[in-house]
């Protein structure tokens, strides 16, 4: 269970995310929704340890986390996917997944069985590779793959560190029309891991629609609605955030 409790952070005067208190379970999909500026990806720094909050804390597993540094975060099994800045640039597709998936193994390596053990990660890696359409690719250099197999990649070193937590902050931006459904195939087979807590900040309704098996809404720092998607989506603060106001009139930075 990832708990966020009485979270908040200030910056100056404004409050990007107000005392948002929410509980995620292990085999749910969860999509956080809400017009521009509303606090979703200050929400997720807060959670991985990004930014720190000004008051209030997470926890995971009923640990408290919220003084640990974010890589402590990732440790603990906090899965962030940013924008490429995950990514070994030069070094090839299969080391990027290697290093994650050897990561993930941590300590436990003897010197004596680093041979047998290595042939256990590549083999690993490139099982996750083969998940994510890259097989044939794993030799390239990450620098050298177009836009959206490096979305991939970074998916694939994610599922390598094998995290209690995945957290997807609109994966498919900037993404062409073709590698969209791909991304979504893979957050579709995360889901298949019922023990995975999945948090995707998602603006595209069908999306939303199709994936999550539950929405929360934040709305200036606010958590104003949380429920199954149909009640949400058909709910006035949705209605109007998607479909009415300009949201950029709103949120107006101080
Ligand atoms: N480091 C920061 N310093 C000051 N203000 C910030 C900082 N990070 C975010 N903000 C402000 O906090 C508010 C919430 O921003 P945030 O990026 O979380 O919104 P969002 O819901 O992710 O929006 P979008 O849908 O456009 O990605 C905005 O008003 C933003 O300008
Ligand atoms: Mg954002």
Redesign the pocket.
């Known amino acids: 269970m990832l708990e966020t409790s009485e979270l908040t952070v200030r910056?100056?005067g404004?409050v990007?995310?107000n005392a948002v208190s929410c509980a995620f379970a292990p085999g749910t999909l969860t999509a956080i929704v809400?017009?521009?500026?509303?606090?979703?990806?200050?929400?997720?720094?807060l959670i991985s340890g990004q930014?720190k909050a000004t008051a209030g804390s997470v926890s995971l597993d009923g640990q408290d986390i919220s003084r640990l540094s974010a890589p402590l975060r990732t440790r603990a099994g906090l899965g962030r996917a940013f924008q490429l800045t995950n990514l070994f640039p030069q070094l090839s597709v299969v080391e990027n997944v290697r290093l994650a998936v050897q990561a993930r193994a941590g300590a436990g390596l003897d010197f004596f069985r680093i041979w047998s053990d290595r042939r256990d990660l590549l083999d690993r890696a490139l099982h996750i590779l083969e998940t994510v359409s890259l097989l044939d690719k794993r030799e390239a250099r990450a620098a050298s793959l177009p836009h959206g197999d490096q979305r991939k990649l970074e998916v694939a070193i994610l599922m390598a560190l094998d995290p209690k937590v995945y957290m997807f902050?609109?994966p498919t931006a900037g993404m062409s029309v073709d590698e969209v459904p791909v991304i979504l195939n893979l957050i579709r087979r995360l889901k298949e891991d019922r023990s995975k807590i999945i948090l995707l900040?998602e603006?595209k309704m069908d999306v939303v629609r199709e994936l999550s098996d539950r929405i929360i809404v934040?709305h200036n720092?606010h958590l104003v609605a949380d429920g199954e998607p149909e009640t949400v989506i058909a709910s006035p603060v949705v209605q109007q955030a998607y479909l009415g106001v300009n949201p950029e009139e709103e949120?107006a930075?101080a």
């Open positions: 910056f100056g404004h990007a995310v809400g017009p521009n500026g509303a606090g979703k990806t200050t929400y997720f720094n930014i902050d609109e900040v603006h934040l720092g949120e930075v």
